[in-house]
């Protein structure tokens, strides 16, 4: 499989979605959701009041999407540095 970590690491992102939307209510999954989505530590800067959980869901799912892809690049590279 050649995207492995994308493809782990989005459905890593969207689990914790899932899991926030569901247990929003209990502190240790508000908070596990707060320690390891990095959007929802800048997106109460730019959205001051009632913040609307589906754009913040959105750009975490985005966010493990982009840094799955940046490690199997790297991945990639290595691997192909590897080989020569």
Known sequence: ??????????????????????????????????ALSVPAWFYPIFKYTGINPLPLYALTIVCWAVIGYVIDRFAATRHSRSRH
Do not use: W
């Open 1 to 34: 499989m050649r995207y492995k970590y994308t493809s782990a690491l989005t459905l890593l992102g969207v689990a914790l979605c899932i899991v926030h939307f569901f247990g929003h209510e209990y502190d240790p999954v508000y908070l596990l959701f707060y």
